[in-house]
């Protein structure tokens, strides 16, 4: 299954950068991501078939309510999830980012499991080490920071006992 995998990332990553899937990506991958999710209880996300993926259960940052994200992470070898907020190399942050921001606590679902995290910015010195891990999961993922003329807010989730 990983060789398969490999095969279907080595032909699909090129695509992921290229300007014509930055244009209808954030309008046709959410939608499908919510539905798959909806349908599975959280189990099978079209983004899982290439990349660890996760669905992020934050606060909004203004309305106070509740919002989900689905999202490519990596693992960071310590049982933490690093996220980065490229947003298909748009100009402007996602709105997850200001969520964490606002509130570090929320909350994961990884192939239908529930974990409590605490969110942190990953410091400027560490940047560079996580960029590092994230591009041996995903050749080329910082050119979406290159490309979107923003630094992209990269977090490190860390999962939390609940009480």
Request: glycine residues 6%; without cysteine; aromatic residues 6%.
């Amino acid at each position: 299954m990983t060789a398969v995998v490999d095969v279907v990332r080595a032909a699909i990553a090129p695509l992921t950068r290229t300007r014509a899937f930055r244009r209808w990506a954030p309008q046709a991958l959410p939608p499908v991501e919510r539905a798959l999710t909806a349908l599975t209880g959280g189990r099978v996300q079209l983004s899982a078939l290439l990349v660890p993926s996760l669905v992020l259960h934050t606060t909004g940052a203004k309305s106070g309510e509740p919002r989900d994200a689905p999202l490519m992470y990596t693992p960071d070898g310590r049982g933490r999830a690093i996220v980065a907020g490229t947003s298909f190399a748009q100009e402007r942050h996602p709105a997850w980012t200001a969520n964490l921001l606002a509130h570090p606590d929320a909350a994961i679902t990884v192939r239908g499991r529930r974990l409590a995290v605490r969110a942190s910015l990953i410091p400027d010195d560490e940047r560079d080490a996580a960029w590092e891990r994230i591009e041996r999961q995903w050749p080329g993922y910082r050119g979406y920071e290159r490309d979107s003329g923003r630094t992209v807010r990269l977090f490190l989730l860390q999962p939390v006992r609940e009480d």
